[in-house]
């Protein structure tokens, strides 16, 4: 059974800054691209960032310049650095693995989702 546990939500400030991670774990004999999504209220989810296992990302336009997604492969685990937050990046927070599970089959890109966390960007 593979799981993915994020953690790091929160309330913030205008202008501050908070690093979301999570974790792989279980059965699991390959990761490839990971990536972090997010959902704000009464919007689809969208992509906010994604990284391969080989290092490359890509992010939405609305984030470049202010977020950062980066990965531990001997951890299984990919983090968000958010920073200059603004209002507009209050939403649930997703992430999401290409997970090559060990001893099964594999389901597809992006196969494997975490419970979300929430953001909430305030004054």
């Known amino acids: 059974q593979v799981q993915l546990v994020e953690s790091g939500g929160g309330l913030v400030q205008p202008g501050g800054s908070l690093r979301l991670s999570c974790a792989a774990s279980g059965s699991i004999f390959s990761i490839n691209a990971m990536g972090w999504y997010r959902q704000a209220p009464g919007k689809q989810r969208e992509l906010v960032a994604a990284?391969?296992?080989?290092?490359?990302?890509n992010y939405a336009d609305s984030v470049k310049g202010r977020f950062t997604i980066s990965r531990d492969n001997a951890k299984n685990t990919v983090y968000l650095k958010m920073n200059s937050l603004k209002p507009e990046d209050t939403a649930d927070y997703y992430c999401?693995?290409?997970?090559?599970?060990?001893?099964?089959?594999?389901?597809?890109?992006?196969?494997?989702w975490g419970q979300g966390t929430q953001v909430a960007v305030s004054s």
């Open positions: 999401a693995a290409d997970i090559v599970p060990g001893g099964s089959t594999w389901l597809g890109p992006m196969s494997y």
């Open positions: 990284i391969t296992s080989g290092g490359s990302t």
